[in-house]
């Protein structure tokens, strides 16, 4: 079993030093690249600093695009990989990218459709 790397994720400071920049936000999924966990419609609570580890769920921004996807390790580099074949995972020379962590998923309007994916 290969040993579960822990990453801290700083983002870049916000313009004129806003402190909310720090603060859980959320995201509707849009498409349909990370089913089946992940369907169109739900909604994703991403923390900006939260600790990413491989199999971490993550938003990042590749070549000004914004992505949601699975960090994977692997000996070469990081991953960005959707859950849906159809799409091509994509590598990261470093962590750069990576603008924070899912740690939640709730389908609008029903309460107990909550999942959570840090402790």
């Known amino acids: 079993m290969s040993e579960r790397k822990i990453v801290p994720i700083n983002p870049a400071p916000a313009a004129g030093g806003d402190c909310g920049a720090a603060e859980p936000f959320a995201l509707m999924v849009l498409g349909d690249s990370m ?10 609570v ?59 998923k709730s389908k609008p309007g029903r309460r107990r459709a909550l999942r959570r994916y840090v402790d």
């Open 35 to 44: 089913e089946p966990e992940f369907i169109e419609g739900e909604v994703i």
């Open 46 to 104: 991403v923390e900006p600093e939260g600790l990413a580890t491989d199999g971490s769920y993550v938003i990042a921004q590749v070549n000004g695009e914004w992505t949601f996807r699975q960090l994977t390790r692997n000996a070469e580099c990081w991953r960005l990989t959707a859950l849906n074949p159809a799409y091509a995972p994509m590598d990261l020379a470093d962590l750069t990218p990576i603008r924070g962590v899912v740690i939640q």
